[in-house]
């Protein structure tokens, strides 16, 4: 595509959206006023057309200072309905959005019916229209964008410090409250920028679904921002091209899921974070456990058995936890495979190794037990619930600082033999990894 | 039945349904904190309609109703989703959910719909002014404006449901967890009330467009809870109050040429401004006057306190160290205890009257309040 | 609505106009005089009074407050507790009463004071690390607007090795136990190097070993000649932890040394008809030996450093 000035511009205005977006909108975010950015945008309309009123150029300087200045007035508004009376933070920002709005709209209907009103292009800041910014519009976005971004670098300590802990703050000495308003004033700039671009309908998406999506990737709040301000601008670009190469395809709505797609992806995918890989782990920690409990069962039956030698039928298996048989089958396999379990046909049977594996997981179950019983005074039968949980979780570091403590008892609090540590491992207490 | 009511009729009873239905099922998100849900029904309604309008090629109500209400559910369910997910706090879920749809339906509005008929900006601030023309019509007959029907109806169902479950939404709003213990379900409650928004969301559409929807959903609630503790009475103001918006929205857009729903919007938006000022018990000048009040008759036991307890006449300049105060303010509170006759200013200083000694015990133990329960 | 349990933002009362801590001449040449550490009044709070709306939270409060000792307030819920702690820090604006600390009002000795917010007023989600928020107690000495050096990350570093929790100055802060994010906040205070310490339920929510280990800390404080103020939650730990005790509940019941003035009569009147199930567990508690309580705090759970 040949780099018109258009499509520069387009570009331009864009990015630069993206990124200041990004950057405020992580810090909208993480003090959870992404709703707030909402509200602040539609109520930029009645201050652009008040612009438009007031002063009749179509130079954008006029039309971004009244956004400013109503963007300002609308969070003055919530913080002031608020603070002063019963009504809460979420009815207060539904009013200044919606009433702010009608205004705009009130004056954006009146402004057409003027003579020259049809001309105004009042009507782009609703949804969108990136193909229609200047030369004028992007200059302009940009001198605005670079004075937030280094408000932010310089100040970026201390919005942190307000950001996580305002009363803290105050207490070194902090002007806690005329610097929410700075950052307030910040957002509403963010919000300006993006004006032109997306429209004020959307714009709350870019601020939020960008940060969202950069918080899934890193636990650090300049990664965040820096992470949130490289995807805005990416689904800022890629939102604006589409709509310049795509008929009747607004620019606002293209990049509103261009940046959702991103989030989505994020969501899903994000290393450690990520849904996918999350529900993968609870998968294999399940199954872990469905393994050891089934030679928990084995080694239940045998012992009731008096030995270990029997085959136990799948039928039996199936109805000590009310399994299927595929359930069954499926724990099973990798048993087999792995030597713990001999099968003759529907019935299976410890092997060696697996009886050892087996007492290992017993042995946990009983320990906890007697731990309950003794020191914390439980009643018998309320603990076997508890530690057929525990008897998983318990590293071995853990089981042997609980032998230590418990004077290696031999019996559990059912009378049922607790089965000796495997041969080989020393009882010494040592660290575990539980957290304190 | 336009013959009866002529179009500015027409348009007023619209209006007027409208609002009263938004403030039925408003009450109640304004109560429970979610009118921002509200906000995301509102917008994520539309690729409901926009889906439902292409699919049956027309823009009668019954399949509108329906992909709306399909979609607010969606929203809700996504909204719910996400938050549980533990990975977004609730305000961004909902602040990354509805742009999502909302953006789909423009989508689809603007490519697959912009010439027949749905107008994207209509979308945002509806058109009632053309509800007397758009007739319902079965057959030859027509039944009238259709938007009479559709908003009619939306009211009808609220009514029913606010009347039939009152307790419950009363019981869930307030103390959910009694509610649940009563054997009520929250959850039910819930999604009950999401429904009802989602059609109350969608029938007002096209008469005053998604955002100023939410004007009506939350304005007149908020304004009515500014006015009154009592949900009953509540209700009836707030339905009260959207209506006289509606109306009064309308007469200022025929003064100044301009968006019917945008006036009824700003109308309802200064009445709210009203409350919030003037509101004799919510009020900001109610409020300032009763914390002056309190400062004042603290500060005035103080002082009566202090001199009942001292051996002999205190001189001012003694009081106003030991509370830190401005002479400015020390000379109002002698002003009001020796115009009440329960101080006396003499060479020697200040000091209690019997009647002042008296007024101490008096207010002694009124006012050494008991600890809060 | 109670708010001691609100959160950290709690909306000050509305100002008449007139500063209440606004304090005579005559005491402020005095007190610019006296400013040492060697002063024996940490704490000085006159009529204090403070309103929420239309509701006092705190009613003619007068205390004067000892320095170099460990001091408790304890009261009910809602008793002004935190109240009085964000009063003396300036967060809330009385409407009448004043406030000294070391005989200057609060903005003189900022650097003199360490604050321990309440767990909870915080978003531990925040992407931020242990490290980066005991620096945050730093940002006094950094100056505004200026960047950490790396004499400021070995202090932080100190300070959380202090804690006992140096090797977690790299995690993710919500990736921490309760009693984790008790110390971080504790190192953070450490950091400010104050002479007076304001804890808001420092012991609340933590496990028996870091409950421990904040105490020894506390008496450390108390050996180098520190002050602390720590509201606190549990009436069975006041006597054995705290040197002085103030009793609240909207208005002062008692202030004193914790033999005289931890007493069930003062206890009464503080909680009112609420006291009578926690005096009679308190008693069944108080009768069994002190040494019960060590052997069960000895056996750790399995796994526990």
Redesign the interface.
Known sequence: MELTFTVRHVLAGAALLGVVGGVLGSFALLRRQSLLGDALAHAALPGVCLGYLLTGAKTPLPLFAGALVAGLVGAFFILATVRWSRVKEDSAIGIVLSVFFGIGIVLLTHIQKLPAGNQSGLDKYLFGQAATLLADDVRLMAWLSAAVLAAVVLGYKELKLLSFDRAFAASLGMPVRAAEVGLTLLLVVAVVVGLRTVGVVLIVATLITPAAAARQWTDRLGWMMALAAAIGAASGIAGALASATVPRLPTGPAIVLAASAVLVVSLLFAPRRGMVWAKLRERRVAARIRRENLLKDLYRLGESAGGWGGFAPAPLLMGVRGQTALELSRSARPLVQRGLLERAGDALRLTARGSDEAARVVRKHRLWELYLTRRLELARDHVHRDAEAMEHALTDAAVADLEHQLGYPTVDPHGRPIPPPPAGRTATAAGGEART | MSALLGPTGVVLLVGSLVAASCALVGSFLVLRKMALMGDAISHAVLPGIAIAFLLSGSRSPLPMVLGAGALGVLTVVLVELSHRSGRLKKDASIGVVFPALFAVGVILISRYAAQVDLDLDCVLYGEIAYAPWDLLLIGDRSLGPKALWVTGGALVANLLLVGLAYKELKVTTFDPELAAALGFSPVLMHYLLMSAVSVTVVTSFESVGAILVVAMLVVPPATAYLLTDRLSRLLALAVAIGIASAVGGYWLARWWDASIAGAMATVAGALFTLALLLSPRHGLLARALTHRRLGGRLADQLVLLHLGSAASAQAPATLRRRFGWSAARLARVLRRLESAGWVDRSAAGLALTPAGAGALERTGSRQLAHPPT | MSPDTAT??L?P??D?G???????A??EAAATADATAGAAVALEV??L?V?Y????VL??VDLELPAGQLIAIVG?N??GKSTLL?AV???VKP????VKVFDAPY?RR?SW?G?V?QRE???WD????AL??VT?GL??RIG??R??RRAHRETALACLEQVGIRELAGR?I?QL?G??QQRVFLA?ALAQDARLYLMDEPFAGV?A??ERAILTLLKELRARGRTVIAVHHDLQTVAEYFDHVVLL???LVASGPVETTFTPENLQRTY?GRLTVLTQAAEALLRRPSVDRDEAAS???????
């Open positions: 950290a933002t909306p009362a509305i008449d007139e500063a209440a801590e606004r304090e005579p005559a005491a006159h009529d009074t309103a709306r239309t509701q006092p009613w003619d009910p809602g008793a964000k820090l300036g967060l409407i009448t009463g004043w903005r900022r004071v604050y917010p007023s915080v978003d925040f992407p931020t690390s980066d928020v945050m940002y006094g505004w607007l960047r950490p993710q919500s136990s009693g984790q953070r496990d070993t870091t509940n909207m208005r009112g056996v750790r759970p399995p796994g526990a450093p």
